[in-house]
């Protein structure tokens, strides 16, 4: 346990915190979502991870997501890591570098008691939830928090004990309405949120 992890005892005290060390946390998508929701975990005590996402970092991603202008054309998965581990070096993160589908979501993250469902696009979105809904596992997933403006409208929805939805449900990205820190840092942050209470038992 480094100086950081004593240090969090004060604040979840030490059965709090091996619960929230002993939770495997599997995020789908490293984008605005996924690095900033791990952010918050790591900040929280988290150390045990999936991370699963193909796509390097791209310009257009320093807008919202948790990565730097020398980490462009990398992949997002080694970014990641080792980003966090500056946060924490004594994290133990698996990096799942390819595509999540139908096939192989269930087998990425089969040690993960939390799902993160990160994606952007509605369709990855769907195959989340038809795999893991009716698991015992936690799944949390977002939709509808593009643009800027009304951020109180980034609601948690309960869909039942196990799976919790964050967005407004209607603010798709689009041309005109795109994706920006502030909104999908606070539907990340939420996103963490929901796992952190859920893990200490107050949900």
């Not at 990641?80 to 589908?101: E, Y």
């Not at 979501?105 to 994606?119: L, N, P, Y």
């Not at 939805?165 to 963490?192: F, N, W």
């Amino acid at each position: 346990m480094n100086a950081f992890e004593k240090a969090l005892i004060q604040y979840f005290g030490k059965p709090g915190l091996r619960k929230i060390q002993s939770t495997v946390v599997g995020i789908a998508g490293l984008g605005g979502l996924g690095s900033n929701c791990a952010v918050s975990l790591v900040r929280s005590g988290f150390r045990k991870f999936i991370l699963a996402d193909f796509d390097k970092v791209e310009y257009g991603n320093l807008n919202r997501q948790f990565y730097f202008l020398d980490q462009a054309g990398l992949y997002k998965t080694d970014c990641l890591k080792a980003n966090l581990s500056r946060i924490n070096p004594n994290l133990d993160i698996t990096l799942v570098r390819q595509k999540i589908s139908e096939d192989n979501a269930a087998e990425v993250f089969a040690d993960c008691g939390v799902v993160v469902e990160a994606f952007d696009k509605a369709e990855y979105k769907c195959l989340m939830a038809q795999v893991f809904l009716g698991s015992p596992k936690l799944l949390v997933s977002a939709s509808g928090l593009a643009g800027w403006g009304n951020s109180d409208a980034l609601r948690i929805k309960k869909i039942k004990d196990n799976c919790f939805l964050i967005g407004d449900s209607y603010s798709e990205a689009t041309g005109s309405l795109p994706p920006c820190a502030p909104k999908v840092a606070i539907a990340a942050a939420k996103q963490a949120d929901v796992i952190l209470s859920w893990v200490l038992g107050q949900r």
